[in-house]
C-alpha cells in the first residue's frame, strides 16, 4: 500500500515510562502490551482505546528495573498516562510505573528520557529483621526476599 | 505533595523505600499511616530525600474499640486517620474533631445492609457536614480504581463520583490517595490527576485532595509545636517586648 500524504498521517506522542518490579517478575514486550489494551479499554472502552491507540514500540526489563517507550496518539496524552497508571500487575506481577516524560519522537523519547539499557542488581545476603536472608541490591535499593514474598527496603534500613 | 502508605510490616515495602520512590515521583514527602508499622522516624527524616510524617491509622472493629486507640494515638502522632468501612464508624469518625482523615470510607463490596451498620459503609450529606464541622477529612481511595477490576471496580468509581458531588456540595475537606501498600503501587501526582479527570473527578480537584495531606501535615506539626498554645494564641516575639514595657 503506498504511504498516506503526509497531512493526513497520524501524529504521535511517545511516553517514556520507567517499570520496576520485583527482581523474580518474568515480564515479556508482549505481555507488557496486553496489559496495556487491558488497562485502557477497561478505563475508556473499546473507543476510546482506538482513539489513544496505545502501542508498546520499546520493552526493556532486567531483574526488575525496566524501561519502555507507549506509543499513543497526540491529543490523547493525558489518557494515554491515566491508563498507564492503571497499570498495576502484568502476568500476575506487580508492576510500579510512572511515566518520566512525553516527546514527538521516539529518537527525542529515548534519547532524553531512557537510560539506554537496564542493568541487572547484584545478589546479596543481609539480615532483615533479625532473619538472613538474600537480597538483590541495586545502588541504594534492596528488594529482599523474605520468604513469602519480596520486601522493598533501602540501605538505610540496615544501618 | 504528600503521599499517606502502608509501611513494612502493614505493607510490602519499607518508609525509606516508599520515600525514596516518592522522591522520584515528585513528592515532597510520605506520611506512613502505621496500624502496627514503627519506623524510626527522626532517624531516618536524617537521611532521607524527602519528608517522612509519622502518623497512624486506627483500624477497629466498632467505635467502641476505636475510641481509646484514637485517644492513644492523637498524643503521640502527627496524623490520626480512622478506617471507615461500616456506617458506625465511619459516623464515629467525622463526629470526632480529634480525628483529622476517615479513611476508606467505603473498603467493603457493597453487598451488606447499610441501614443495619453491617456490609460496606457509606458517605452520605448528614456525614458530609459533621465532617466540615469537625475538620475531618474525608479519604478519596484511588486504589481499588488504579488497581480493580470489573464489577467491584464499578461499584467502587460509582460511589467516588457520588463522594465527589458530596464533598464538593457541602465544602468538606478530603484528601486523595492511592493507599499504596507497596512501592510499585505508588503513582506520581500527574499520574492520579490523569485518572481523576478520567474516572469523573477532574484533574484540579485531584491535585488539591493531595496538596490538603500537606496542608494538614503543616497544620498539626504547629499545633505540635512548643509556641502553639491555642488556635490563634501563640508564644510569639512580642513576648519579652511586653515585659520590658511592664
New interface residues.
Partial sequence: MKHLPKHLRARWRYLAVGIETWPDADVDRAAFQREVWYAAQDLYGDVGSAEADLTVVEFDLTEGDGEAIVRAHRGAEERARAAVACLAAVDGHSVGVRVRGISGTMRACSERYLNGGTRGGKQRDVVFENEPSPAVVRGTRFDVDAGDGFVGATRLDFE | MYEAVYA?PDG???A??FA??AD??GYDGVIVRAVDAHPDHDR?RE??PTDLVDAAEVVAPDPQHASGAVGNARTERTVVCVRGGTDALNRFAVEQPRVDVLSKPFVGDGRGDHRRGGGSGDVDHVLAKAARDNGVHIEVNLGP???G?GGS?VRHLKRLRRLHRIVDHYDTPYVVSATAE???????P???A??G???GLG?EWTRRGLDAWGDLVERNRTRLSESFIAPGVERGRYEEDDRGAR
Wanted: charged share 40%; net charge positive; glycine share 0%.
Fill in positions: 513494612h510490602d515495602s519499607t525509606a523505600r525514596v520512590t522520584r515521583d531516618l537521611s532521607l480504581a488504579l488497581r477490576r471496580r507497596s512501592h510499585l503501587q505508588l503513582r506520581a500527574r499520574e492520579l490523569a485518572v479527570e478520567e474516572i484533574e
